[in-house]
């Protein structure tokens, strides 16, 4: 009996060892090609990196913002992007593209900005007017 468990812990240690390598090779390999694809493209000149999420270039800044009044489709987008973490749907895109949408054009889907998962909107009107104080809308030159 102790025999066994002997020779079954070695062949373990051998197994894993050698398993070990190759993990370590693949996983050098992945970083690679991660540091040559670690870029996101934010808009002319503007780079946010996968592994700190630092900010390189220079990127377009708005010049305005405020907060609106009454309900519009633009203020609905803005109240959706920014209740799951987003500035504005231009933050948006440059993560994940174009939200997708329903067909009177309100945004359907958009990901959590800090665990990507993904939060679904009804069709109709999501922003009601006591939370009009809550939202943001940007603008830019």
């Known amino acids: 009996?102790?025999?066994?468990?002997?020779?079954?812990?070695s062949v373990g240690r051998r197994a894993s060892s050698s398993h070990g390598s190759a993990l370590n090779r693949n996983n050098s390999l992945r970083a690679s090609?991660?540091?040559?694809?670690?870029?996101y493209k934010l808009a002319e000149g503007c780079y946010i990196t996968e592994d700190n999420n630092a900010i390189e270039g220079k990127c377009p800044e708005p010049t305005k913002m405020y907060r609106p009044k009454e309900w519009s489709p633009?203020?609905?987008?803005?109240?959706?992007?920014?209740?799951?973490?987003?500035?504005?749907?231009?933050?948006y895109k440059a993560?994940?593209?174009?939200?997708?949408?329903?067909?009177?054009?309100?945004?359907r889907c958009t990901r959590v900005k800090a665990n990507g998962y993904y939060t679904?909107?009804?069709s109709t009107r999501e922003c009601e007017d006591k939370y009009l104080n809550k939202v943001k809308v940007f603008e830019y030159k």
């Open 1 to 9: 009996m102790e025999g066994l468990s002997i020779s079954a812990m």
């Open 33 to 39: 090609r991660q540091s040559e694809m670690s870029k």
């Open 74 to 91: 633009e203020v609905e987008d803005a109240f959706r992007i920014q209740q799951t973490g987003w500035r504005d749907i231009n933050d």
């Open 95 to 107: 993560k994940y593209g174009e939200p997708e949408r329903w067909e009177n054009g309100f945004v």
């Open 120 to 122: 679904y909107w009804r």
